[in-house]
């Protein structure tokens, strides 16, 4: 079960812009993360490309803000709202995570928003 200190360091990490490394302190080496209702990405190595894909697409890290979050046992929640897309004003994608933690590292995380923000 993850610790309150642990959650917020995970969420500093990824508010400080440093989403890659986010995934590899913080996620478990087999982790497995899913977009919506989209194919599973398993392992680290399968992460951290899919992370380093995501952000070449969007020109770098959105500026990342944590509106909420709770912890129920093994499971976090965490409402990212995500401001994305080149020149200004940026566009916000607000998210939903929920992962599951085993011991201090995310063992599996989901993620849900609604696809017509990105348009």
């Not at 087999?30 to 399968?46: I, K, S, T, Y």
């Amino acid at each position: 079960m993850p610790t309150l200190d642990r959650v917020k360091a995970f969420i500093a990490r990824v508010e400080a812009l440093d989403h890659l490394g986010a995934i590899s302190d913080f996620y478990h080496p087999d982790a497995a993360m899913q977009e919506n209702f989209g194919p599973r990405r398993e392992g680290m190595e399968a992460l951290l490309a899919g992370e380093a894909a995501a952000l070449k697409r969007m020109g770098g890290p959105p500026a990342s803000t944590c509106r909420r979050f709770a912890i129920d046992g093994d499971t976090v929640f965490i409402n990212w709202i995500f401001q994305m897309g080149p020149g200004e004003p940026r566009r916000a994608f607000d998210e939903i995570s929920v992962q599951t933690w085993r011991d201090d590292r995310i063992a599996e995380e989901r993620f849900y928003y609604d696809p017509g923000q990105m348009k």
